[in-house]
């Protein structure tokens, strides 16, 4: 049996380095950061390499919420963020990345 471990942590400061260090200072993480470690991890990886504040640079959805897709367009259409960091479920990980894509 193969096993894959990884620090979700280090992979989301990794990828925050590089949007910084490619222009990209508006950096939106989207997700229930309370409750997934995971999606804490690359909260507090986005907090500590840019030193952002909660309510600017995070959109609060919740697991379940049905009304994810107007929330983030709405942010979307008022901050015009360079870059998200995603935390949701793999399950809706594509109608995401197809939302996001016909919204910009």
């Not at 994810?68 to 709405?74: A, F, R, V």
Request: one cysteine or more; glycine letters at 4%.
């Amino acid at each position: 049996m193969d096993i894959v471990i990884w620090d979700v942590y280090d992979v989301a400061l990794q990828s925050v380095r590089f949007l910084l260090a490619n222009g990209h200072w508006e950096i939106l993480c989207v997700g229930d950061i309370l409750k997934a470690r995971g999606y804490k991890q690359r909260w507090f990886a986005l907090e500590e390499r840019m030193r952002v504040d909660e309510e600017t640079h995070h959109l609060y959805i919740k697991a379940g919420d049905v009304k994810w897709k107007e929330k983030l367009q709405s942010v979307l259409e008022k901050s015009r963020p360079a870059a998200l960091l995603l935390c949701k479920s793999l399950q809706n990980y594509m109608e995401s990345i197809e939302f996001i894509h016909w919204t910009i």
